[in-house]
């Protein structure tokens, strides 16, 4: 959050005409935690107390402020509008398991999803393809 005295910092040091868009410091009626008790009142479409919720079940975590949970619902939402998005306008079809799977395996920028969406293989093709790596494995 930022206080007043480092508004008028920032202002002092980039001028709010030289900038593509200019700062406006929320009103305080909307910085208080009983403002964001809908999500309605953001626009939120992931509710911000499931968000908290997996925030703090990471062991590492101690205490997780409002604006961060705020804008990782926020930034969640934003990212699963874009990996569906451009998984169906590529395709052009209905949304299915596999046009996700094939855009995160054809899209460098989705590799970090290689673990949680993989391509789906037959039991079959899964025994012809690990067959020598299990067998080895095993003696």
């Known amino acids: 959050?930022?206080?007043?005295?480092?508004?008028?910092s920032l202002e002092q040091t980039l001028p709010v005409q030289s900038l593509s868009c200019s700062f406006v410091a929320p009103s305080k009626s909307v910085m208080e935690p009983q403002a964001f008790?809908?999500?309605?009142?953001?626009?939120l479409?992931?509710?911000?107390n499931r968000t908290r919720l997996m925030m703090k079940s990471s062991p590492d975590v101690e205490s997780v402020s409002l604006e961060s949970v705020i804008c990782l619902s926020k930034a969640t939402e934003l990212f699963i509008k874009e990996l569906v998005s451009s998984a169906c306008c590529e395709a052009g079809e209905e949304f299915t398991y596999k046009l996700l799977s094939d855009l995160q395996s054809r899209t460098p920028r989705y590799a970090f999803l290689a673990d949680v969406l993989p391509t789906k293989i037959t039991m079959m093709e899964w025994i012809e393809k690990y067959k020598a790596e299990f067998d080895a494995s095993c003696t």
């Open 37 to 43: 008790n809908t999500t309605e009142t953001l626009n």
């Open 1 to 8: 959050m930022m206080d007043q005295r480092s508004h008028q």
């Open 45 to 48: 479409l992931i509710p911000p």
